[in-house]
């Protein structure tokens, strides 16, 4: 297509953005794959080449430090932006100041740093087309999608953490999605993550026996413990979800009182999942068969 870069995918590599401490990097390079990993709090990237030096030096694993940002958001000459680092959730980290009131009041602090700005389309042209690309970088994930419209090859997977607060914006996640390309989708609940177990035989890459810690993306592709779905059919998830979101959510009316959110904790340990919890939402790409 025209304006589209000729490049084709690279089915041994995955980009991992939005490291933080290396989880889900760890578990991609234990299946044999090769990592180009994002991380915009210099703090974890440095704690990243601390953790996977012989990684490094085999050159199995990339590590980008800086963050990505939407360049319509950018001034031409601009080469840093500022970033809230958060003290007590270091996931929570964004490049949002409502990201970061929203953090403040569930309990949290933030301090500015500015940081080198990343041009995702950039890396995309020098690192290649990757086979999955998982993203989780607190309100600038469609940064990452809208890069990829400047390729004719796509990721044959996809993952995104979801919108959870607007659902006119979920849908234009998932309108974005199917203008790449993406058919299928599949709604995974991150807080049960750490009760994942790999599948043997494995069914992407090399088997590796691992356990998840919170907060990890966890499986992907054609290990997903998720039914796959269409746009329509996830449009209804979602709509079920944001129900959840808003009955005994972070904004819900039962989580501004005491009982309230002893009554949400109760439940969530009689179910032994997070009520709510959030979402990541997965697509498959239209190309991939199984």
């Avoid at 490049?7 to 889900?24: A, S």
């Avoid at 601390?50 to 990339?62: A, K, M, S, Y």
Wanted: charged share 25%; glycine share 8%; proline share 4%.
């Amino acid at each position: 297509m025209r304006g589209q870069v000729l490049t084709e995918r690279n089915d041994r590599l995955i980009y991992d953005v939005g490291m933080h401490r290396g989880e889900d990097t760890e578990y991609y390079l234990k299946k044999g794959f090769f990592v180009i990993g994002f991380e915009a709090d210099p703090h974890l990237a440095d704690y990243c080449r601390t953790r996977f030096p012989r990684e490094i030096e085999e050159q199995r694993l990339v590590i980008v430090e800086g963050a990505i940002v939407d360049p319509a958001l950018l001034s031409p000459s601009q080469r840093t932006t500022a970033f809230f680092r958060n003290l007590q959730n270091s996931v929570w980290g964004t490049l949002y100041s409502d990201w970061a009131e929203r953090n403040a009041i569930l309990g949290t602090n933030s301090e500015v740093i500015h940081v080198n700005v990343v041009n995702f389309g950039e890396c995309l042209k020098r690192y290649g087309i990757p086979y999955y690309i998982k993203v989780d970088i607190e309100g600038a994930d469609t940064a990452c999608l809208k890069a990829l419209e400047g390729f004719q090859a796509r990721p044959a997977f996809v993952s995104i953490e979801s919108e959870k607060v607007v659902f006119r914006k979920l849908r234009e996640e998932l309108d974005l999605l199917e203008r790449l390309g993406y058919t299928e989708f599949a709604a995974v609940q991150q807080g049960n993550v750490d009760s994942q177990q790999a599948p043997s035989p494995s069914r992407e890459g090399v088997y590796a026996p691992h356990s998840f810690q919170f907060g990890s993306s966890g499986l992907f592709g054609r290990e997903l413990p998720a039914a796959w779905k269409s746009k329509v059919q996830i449009t209804r998830t979602y709509r079920k979800i944001f129900l959840s979101y808003r009955m005994v959510g972070d904004s819900s009316f039962l989580k501004r009182f005491r009982g309230g959110k002893k009554l949400i904790d109760w439940l969530a340990k009689r179910l032994r999942r997070q009520i709510p919890g959030w979402y990541d939402t997965h697509a498959k790409h239209a190309s991939v068969s199984f």
